[in-house]
């Protein structure tokens, strides 16, 4: 099959949607499936022009148009004048279109086009989650406005509607109104690396020479409100003063510029010496940090699917994880992990129980987390049911 995937960007910074894309495209290329990946990004952005797809970057560029974009409301939504008509006089080439997210101009550009004319599918990746309304009541009046005449009746034309885990799809129902979609759950993973688990070690190692033999907790996303980073900070507060070697380290890109008023709240807390900011992570260094890690918190309020939750499975590391996010009950189910609330007190009690293991029960719960890995998220074998969907219900 030849598949179009549209999405807002390439750019790795962007995370679980960048990743799921890349990685199940990776997979299904194996059976030689092509794939083109039509998006916002600039034709000169860094990612686009080290990417070895075919990107077809359609949005504007510039200091001018980034100017504005930086200043205009409609220009951050990503409107830019080559995206539809590119996408009308592409879209016959392919067997099925799959669009990657909702809320900015790919998915009107899908709206405007797609309907009627070409069979396809949404991922809607979580941006449907009713904690947004609860989080951003202002947004969420403006997304009902944009629900009836974009997202929504986008979602009503596509084939299927395609969610990565059951409890995402529940939670999708109660977000806008009306809601009138064919539902259905194809799961998300992710593969580990093809690189030795010495080179992962020496990356880290060498990276982050402050690290070497250091004890330490590791959360690893996007430093952002709904990640919860803010209740880790308080709940490790309170497990610092319990082990005094024992640290916590702050991985992932900062797009919000929350950082600041995180490294405060550190300070207020007297445990700014004990955590480690390192930014973005990746590649070999990325999978070193899982493996030198004790275990993998994710207090997160929202969480669509959670790869580095996987990442870390597929690591073998424990993983401590509340229950907004959306694969909680598969964690829980493989005994690689601890489920709790998303408030302090739920950080707090997963910290606790973890450090109140002993170390053959901590072993245990790594091993077993590799093992939830093989059975619930390992993309080689998500990835083929994936394919097996598209080829029962799309002809090439």
Same mark, same amino acid.
């Given at each position: 099959?030849?598949?179009?995937?549209?999405?807002?960007?390439?750019?790795?910074?962007?995370?679980?949607?960048?990743?799921? =894309?890349?990685?199940?495209?990776?997979?299904?290329?194996? %059976?030689?499936?092509? +794939?083109?990946?039509?998006?916002?990004?600039?034709?000169?952005?860094?990612?686009?022009?080290?990417?070895?797809?075919?990107?077809?970057?359609?949005?504007?560029?510039?200091?001018? !148009?980034?100017?504005?974009? &930086?200043?205009?409301?409609?220009? /951050?939504?990503?409107?830019?004048?080559?995206?539809?008509?590119?996408?009308?006089?592409?879209?016959?080439?392919?067997?099925?279109? =799959?669009?990657?997210?909702?809320?900015?101009?790919?998915?009107?550009?899908?709206?405007?086009?797609?309907?009627?004319?070409?069979?396809?599918?949404?991922?809607?990746?979580?941006?449907?989650?009713?904690?947004?309304?609860?989080?951003?009541?202002?947004?969420?009046?403006?997304?009902?406005?944009?629900?009836?005449?974009?997202?929504?009746?986008?979602?009503?034309?596509? &084939? %299927?509607?395609?969610?990565?885990?059951?409890?995402?799809?529940?939670?999708?129902?109660?977000?806008?109104?009306?809601?009138?979609?064919?539902?259905?759950?194809?799961?998300?993973?992710?593969?580990?690396?093809?690189?030795?688990?010495?080179?992962?070690?020496?990356?880290?190692?060498?990276?982050?020479?402050?690290?070497?033999?250091? &004890?330490?907790?590791?959360?690893?996303?996007?430093? +952002?409100?709904?990640?919860?980073?803010?209740? *880790?900070?308080?709940?490790?507060?309170?497990?610092?003063?319990?082990?005094?070697?024992?640290?916590?380290?702050?991985?992932?890109?900062?797009?919000? #510029?929350?950082?600041?008023?995180?490294? /405060?709240?550190?300070?207020?807390?007297?445990?700014?010496?004990?955590?480690?900011?390192?930014?973005?992570? !990746?590649?070999?260094?990325?999978?070193?940090?899982?493996?030198?890690?004790?275990?993998?918190?994710?207090?997160? +309020?929202?969480?669509?699917?959670?790869?580095?939750?996987?990442?870390?499975?597929?690591?073998?590391?424990?993983?401590?994880? !509340?229950?907004? =996010?959306?694969?909680?009950?598969?964690?829980?189910?493989?005994?690689?992990?601890? =489920?709790? !609330?998303?408030?302090?007190?739920?950080?707090?009690? *997963?910290?606790?129980?973890?450090?109140?293991?002993?170390?053959?029960?901590?072993?245990?719960?790594?091993?077993?987390?590799?093992? #939830?890995?093989? /059975?619930?998220?390992?993309?080689?074998?998500?990835?083929?049911?994936?394919?097996?969907? *598209?080829?029962?219900?799309?002809?090439?």
């Amino acid at each position: 099959m030849k598949i179009l995937h549209i999405l807002k960007s390439m750019n790795p910074a962007e995370g679980g949607v960048v990743e799921f =894309v890349t990685r199940t495209s990776a997979v299904l290329g194996t %059976f030689g499936w092509t +794939h083109e990946f039509l998006t916002l990004d600039r034709p000169d952005d860094s990612w686009v022009k080290s990417s070895p797809a075919t990107v077809h970057a359609m949005g504007v560029h510039g200091r001018v !148009s980034m100017w504005l974009q &930086r200043r205009i409301p409609l220009l /951050r939504y990503g409107l830019t004048p080559h995206l539809v008509p590119w996408l009308r006089d592409n879209v016959d080439r392919f067997d099925v279109v =799959v669009v990657n997210g909702l809320w900015n101009f790919t998915a009107l550009a899908a709206r405007i086009v797609l309907p009627g004319r070409r069979p396809y599918i949404v991922f809607t990746h979580g941006m449907i989650d009713p904690w947004f309304r609860a989080t951003y009541p202002l947004k969420t009046y403006i997304k009902q406005f944009f629900w009836w005449f974009i997202e929504g009746p986008l979602l009503s034309h596509a &084939r %299927f509607v395609i969610f990565l885990a059951e409890e995402e799809k529940l939670l999708a129902r109660n977000a806008f109104w009306p809601y009138r979609v064919t539902e259905t759950v194809v799961g998300n993973g992710t593969t580990s690396p093809d690189i030795s688990l010495e080179e992962q070690d020496a990356a880290f190692a060498t990276a982050f020479p402050d690290l070497k033999q250091k &004890r330490f907790l590791l959360f690893l996303s996007r430093i +952002h409100q709904k990640k919860g980073c803010d209740l *880790l900070l308080r709940a490790f507060a309170q497990i610092a003063k319990r082990d005094p070697m024992v640290e916590l380290v702050m991985a992932g890109p900062d797009q919000v #510029g929350w950082t600041v008023e995180l490294k /405060r709240l550190a300070q207020e807390l007297s445990i700014a010496n004990r955590v480690h900011w390192l930014g973005m992570v !990746s590649g070999a260094a990325k999978w070193g940090a899982y493996r030198a890690c004790e275990a993998f918190v994710l207090p997160s +309020h929202s969480e669509n699917f959670g790869v580095v939750v996987a990442e870390a499975m597929a690591s073998g590391r424990p993983v401590l994880i !509340s229950d907004k =996010v959306n694969i909680w009950r598969e964690v829980k189910a493989s005994g690689g992990g601890l =489920v709790e !609330s998303d408030t302090v007190a739920g950080a707090v009690k *997963l910290l606790s129980e973890f450090y109140s293991l002993s170390s053959e029960q901590k072993a245990a719960m790594g091993l077993a987390a590799r093992h #939830g890995f093989e /059975r619930y998220f390992d993309l080689r074998r998500t990835a083929v049911t994936f394919k097996e969907f *598209l080829e029962n219900n799309f002809e090439k």
